[in-house]
């Protein structure tokens, strides 16, 4: 492998990628955007709504973390507050009322650390959206185009299938934050990158994601018309699966299962 | 994670400041004005604890007694299996799952010498302790985490042990009754440990779907990636007095929001008020309280 852990964390964190809503614009059709999450307010850093994938209705929601300055402090650079999982978990359920396949873009450094977020429940709203993404009746596909940092990126990843891009990364924790905390200096984050294993081929051998995209056309129209083929006939495999809640569950349920010791340990 | 460090630095700081008053402490009593007292008996042999909350030492014998809370309310650190023996029925205690225990998935640099120095110190295999047990006569699964053992983070055998003790109690239709806490996700295991926030959340819910009770106590500190799982995913969540409950460490919020946070933030106290848990019980209430909830949801009552 020619290009080393870090580099790639600095690809995935990149203004000039895609972000969310370059991806609901170039695949889908016809996007409504749905605001709030009728508990608070509304997080700018999730989107989501309806819209339409090869004529069929889905519901889309993405972190998104915008282009320019402005834009990006808007989006409070897509670390979403509670009310963002909790705008996505409300479409969510509206997606299984009306029985509609979900499709979420995640890109996030991480659910934000603030006061604010803290007095309105972030780890219960990320909780929240972990138990009920777990028996969602309807299909659901997680990419992660950037960032995938931590619980934040996770609870919008309870998914049938998760993708990643290329250059995206997956991480229990930022490597510079890992350096800090495990070495007390957070210039080992390159050694820390390379510890967490936290790329996309990393995530794949582990189990954790299904697809890597390949990114040589990122940002084209032959990347999205990739992309979006890639989806529409997942979703056609997918939506014919009568037995997806307990394949969801099987599918968490092996991850990390550790060996069991031989001989329990005389202490 | 990050409360991880902040729990080893608070406890760095007490032990300092413990040594801080051995030094204040005169030498000998005729250095403290002359009198010439009687020795006091527990100064000499027995070793005292310093409460943080209201600065006291405290003889160790006394605090055992009292289920490590001082007299002044506060609550300190508990190890797993003193608090199986504080809150189970007498010799009711069944372990499960013991065999499963953590290897070093990711070959994460000094994490196999980690755990065996954990091991050997903590006499646990791993950071979690499940099984059966009858909580004042009523039947039922119980889980509980150790802070002694890398401050409670959960690894890919903590997930493991949690999400299996789940099934067991909804294979055998039990409530399920747990103790969190922790510093969050164990990164030495990296996205295996991020899962099993998935995992145990499905877990949960498999057993909340099939109408069964989980009760959840969160002790000092619960934080991170146990927060957002299944900390607070159960039916009844319950707090320690004083206990540190939040999802991000208040470090990484104030260097985040550069902003000095207030003394009870992320406090039971606070979370309570803000509406994420159901009350607030002091140790030597637990077992009474459990137990009640215990019997309100019996089967034989809710059906």
């Known amino acids: 492998m020619s290009q080393s852990p870090y580099a790639t964390v600095r690809i995935a964190r990149d203004n000039s990628r895609p972000t969310g809503l370059d991806y609901i614009k170039n695949i889908f059709k016809s996007f409504t955007e749905f605001h709030g999450d009728r508990r608070f307010a509304d997080d700018a850093a999730v989107v989501g709504g309806i819209a339409t994938l090869s004529d069929r209705p889905v519901t889309v929601i993405a972190i998104e973390k915008g282009h320019t300055a402005k834009e990006r402090a808007a989006r409070n650079f897509g670390a979403p507050h509670p009310e963002g999982y909790r705008k996505a978990l409300r479409l969510m359920k509206q997606a299984e009322k009306f029985s509609r396949p979900v499709i979420c873009f995640i890109d996030t450094s991480g659910a934000y650390c603030g006061v604010g977020a803290e007095e309105r429940g972030q780890g219960q709203a990320i909780a929240e959206n972990l138990m009920e993404m777990s028996t969602l009746r309807v299909p659901v596909i997680s990419i992660l185009i950037g960032e995938g940092g931590s619980g934040g990126a996770l609870a919008l990843a309870v998914s049938d299938r998760v993708w990643m891009l290329q250059n995206a990364v997956y991480s229990v924790i930022s490597p510079e934050g890992c350096a800090s905390i495990l070495w007390k200096d957070s210039t080992k984050a390159e050694s820390a990158a390379q510890s967490l294993k936290l790329t996309a081929e990393d995530a794949k051998e582990l189990g954790v994601i299904e697809r890597i995209i390949s990114e040589n056309d990122i940002g084209k129209k032959e990347f999205y018309e990739r992309i979006k083929k890639l989806i529409t006939e997942e979703l056609e495999a997918l939506s014919e699966d009568c037995d997806l809640v307990s394949k969801r569950y099987e599918r968490f349920r092996r991850m990390g299962a550790p060996k069991i010791s031989d001989s329990p340990r005389d202490m | ?303």
Not at chain 2, 255 to 262: E, G, S, V, Y
Request: proline share 4%.
């Open chain 2, 1 to 303: 994670m990050l409360v991880f460090a902040a729990g080893l630095r608070s406890r760095g700081k007490q032990v300092t400041k413990m040594a801080f008053i051995k030094f204040l402490k005169p030498k000998n009593q005729l250095e403290e004005g002359g009198r010439t007292a009687a020795p006091v008996q527990q100064d000499e042999g027995e070793p005292l604890k310093n409460c943080p909350n209201c600065h006291h030492d405290i003889p160790i014998s006394k605090l055992w007694a009292n289920n490590l809370v001082c007299s002044c309310g506060y609550h300190f650190r508990m190890r797993a299996r003193q608090r199986i023996a504080m809150i189970t029925d007498k010799d009711s205690f069944s372990e499960l799952f013991s065999d499963i225990s953590s290897q070093n998935p990711l070959s994460f640099p000094g994490y196999s010498e980690k755990l065996d120095t954990v091991r050997a110190a903590s006499g646990e295999e791993e950071g979690v302790i499940c099984g059966t047990a009858k909580i004042g006569k009523q039947s039922c699964c119980i889980f509980v985490m150790d802070s002694y053992f890398m401050m409670g983070s959960m690894g890919s055998a903590v997930g493991e042990r949690i999400t299996s003790l789940f099934e067991y109690a909804k294979e055998h239709r039990l409530p399920v009754v747990g103790f969190t806490v922790s510093g969050g996700a164990r990164m030495q295991e990296g996205l295996l440990s991020l899962m099993q926030m998935a995992k145990t959340s499905a877990a949960v819910k498999r057993h909340s779907d099939a109408g069964l009770l989980y009760v959840a106590v969160l002790t000092d500190p619960t934080t991170g990636g146990v927060t957002a799982s299944f900390a607070m995913e159960a039916d009844i969540i319950l707090a320690e007095p004083g206990a540190r409950v939040g999802f991000a460490g208040a470090r990484v919020i104030e260097q985040t929001t550069r902003k000095t946070l207030p003394k009870e933030f992320q406090t039971a106290e606070f979370v309570m008020e803000h509406g994420f848990i159901d009350s607030i019980v002091e140790r030597g209430s637990q077992k009474k309280y459990i137990t009640r909830l215990l019997k309100l949801h019996r089967a034989e009552v809710t059906q």
